[in-house]
């Protein structure tokens, strides 16, 4: 376990999740957006999500990680539909439920058996009810108005939505997502499963104050770490991989910094 990388915008730590969570400080990130393996098989270049202790393995690392949120935090947890009978009661243990959002995400992992999934879920939990939300961060107008109409002046009119269906997934192949970090001589995407920033950057908007910081625990191709400058917040990333930590890393220097502070 080591220090990866570290300067005024993001601390990235290169080692196993549940060995660097007990050394972050308790009470200190303001927001938790964490993207996991989800026990499907999938190839992570040194690792594989195939546990037999998933189960366990979820409830310690998210144990810790609502240890590490202030009492005005909020933690966003994606997942596939399969694994919510699990993570409800656990999240639940630890926080308060506030929404259950759905992206809308067709490569999202499927049974054999069942219809196919096209969303998946992000669990978002406060540590306290007094947690921090900027309900007007974003206006959504999805053209749907509810039998009686909204009255004038309706605070409700334009509230975001939870369901994320304007946020399109990270591809690549012939035709790329602008977004998508492909493998040097190849069509293929550098990380398997590369979040889009906007997922990220709207939660933040809503959750982290301008300032504040945000902590990953499954940082991949540094997403968070690119979303977070974008908005003006701090990230603390932990990725076990160091090929993505440096991946990470390289997007972070790319990233410009936003509008009020580039002036």
């Not at 190839?43 to 979820?58: A, P």
């Not at 929404?99 to 999202?108: D, G, I, K, Y």
Request: glycine share 8%; hydrophobic share 35%.
């Amino acid at each position: 376990m080591r220090t990866f990388f570290q300067n005024n915008q993001a601390t990235v730590f290169c080692g196993d999740v549940l060995e660097l969570l007990p050394r972050i400080e308790s009470e200190s990130v303001d927001m938790i957006f964490a993207d996991p393996p989800f026990n499907v098989g999938k190839n992570y270049g040194k690792t594989k999500d195939n546990r037999t202790d998933y189960e366990e393995w979820c409830a310690e690392w998210i144990k810790e990680c609502f240890r590490t949120l202030k009492p005005s935090g909020t933690f966003y947890l994606m997942t596939i539909p399969r694994h919510l009978p699990m993570l409800y009661p656990v999240m639940s243990e630890r926080g308060v439920f506030v929404n259950q959002v759905n992206w809308r995400n067709v490569s999202a992992a499927h049974a054999k058996k069942g219809f196919w999934n096209s969303y998946q879920p992000i669990l978002m939990y406060a540590k306290t009810p007094d947690f921090h939300f900027e309900i007007d961060a974003e206006i959504q107008d999805s053209g749907l108005r509810r039998w009686g109409g909204y009255s004038a002046g309706s605070s409700w009119k334009g509230r975001m939505k939870d369901s994320w269906d304007d946020i399109p997934l990270v591809y690549a192949g012939s035709i790329r997502h602008p977004e998508a970090i492909i493998k040097k001589g190849t069509n293929s995407k550098a990380h398997p499963c590369q979040m889009p920033t906007a997922l990220v950057k709207r939660a933040a908007k809503f959750s982290c104050p301008v300032g504040g910081t945000i902590l990953d625990p499954f940082l991949g191709s540094g997403t968070t770490l690119e979303a977070a400058k974008e908005v003006g917040c701090k990230t603390i990333g932990v990725e076990i991989n160091e090929d993505y930590c440096q991946i990470a890393i390289e997007r972070l220097a790319q990233t410009p910094l936003p509008l009020h502070e580039a002036v």
